[in-house]
């Protein structure tokens, strides 16, 4: 479950008859809703855990007829695993797992597993699981 908030209005997968109305994304473009720079949005996921990420958008370049989009230019740190607890239990798995000691350590890598790094980053790894959304 994930939805976006620009200017008031919901964005994301309807259902319907819910009583919180959400327009469909998919019939949207960011171009019609953030067509100048410096426009600000958030972005939701996961209402459980309530990931919300304030998005801004900085430049808008013309498209390159030598690019495939859409495309990621630069980012940093992994996902959190899923169902961690929000950014609160996140930030008590990163203090068990950075700690051998913690009394959750070996549970927490046995979960997340052994390699899980927070700060690694794939931009190539990203930018194909990107070009695989239609």
């Known amino acids: 479950m994930h939805q976006f908030e620009i200017d008031g209005v ?15 994304e998919a019939r949207v473009t960011l171009k019609k809703v953030a067509p100048k720079s410096r426009k600000r ?6 209402f459980g855990d309530s990931w919300v990420h304030d998005i801004k ?5 013309p498209l390159d007829p030598e690019v495939e989009y859409p495309l990621l230019l630069e980012g940093e740190r992994v996902c959190p695993p899923e ?9 008590e798995f990163l203090e068990a797992i950075g700690d051998p000691k913690h009394p959750e350590h070996d549970e927490y890598l046995e979960w997340a597993g052994e390699d899980f790094d927070p700060e690694a980053f794939d931009l190539e790894e990203i ?8």
């Open 10 to 24: 919901q964005y994301g997968e309807p259902v319907p008859d819910d009583m919180y109305p959400t327009k469909d």
């Open 41 to 46: 949005f958030q972005y939701e996921y996961d």
């Open 57 to 61: 958008v900085e430049k808008i370049l």
């Open 83 to 91: 169902d961690v607890g929000g950014i609160w239990g996140y930030e």
């Open 127 to 134: 930018n194909l699981w990107l070009r695989k959304i239609k």
